[in-house]
């Protein structure tokens, strides 16, 4: 995975189910979700994109949530941290196909 990059469509992107995201109280960021498993950490933005972070350890998802400001600590964690590649991805309900 490497840094968000434009993609025409968004059907071309991996897909994640919405339910597997838990709402967090936030201006920046609607939603979380972490697959332990894999060691990654699915943030929907309350614009409406949604990125997964790879190689977050589960002591980071705890941190973020028990975080007075999540956006900030999403940013510090994940976004401005080169050691979590990112992807985009599309959310999807479950009765459409999806990845995880």
Do not use: K
């Not at 434009?6 to 936030?26: C, G, N, Q, Y």
């Not at 201006?27 to 409406?48: Q, W």
């Amino acid at each position: 995975m490497s840094r968000p990059r434009a993609i025409d469509t968004d059907e071309a992107l991996p897909t994640v189910r919405r339910r597997t995201l838990v709402p967090v109280t936030s201006s920046s960021i609607r939603a979380l979700a972490y697959d332990p498993a894999a060691c990654t950490l699915v943030v929907e933005f309350v614009r409406g994109q949604a990125y997964r972070y790879a190689d977050v350890p589960g002591d980071v998802y705890a941190d973020l949530l028990a975080s007075p400001s999540i956006g900030r600590a999403v940013q510090q964690a994940c976004v401005a941290n080169p050691a979590h590649p990112v992807e985009r991805v599309r959310l999807v309900e479950d009765d459409e196909e999806a990845g995880v």
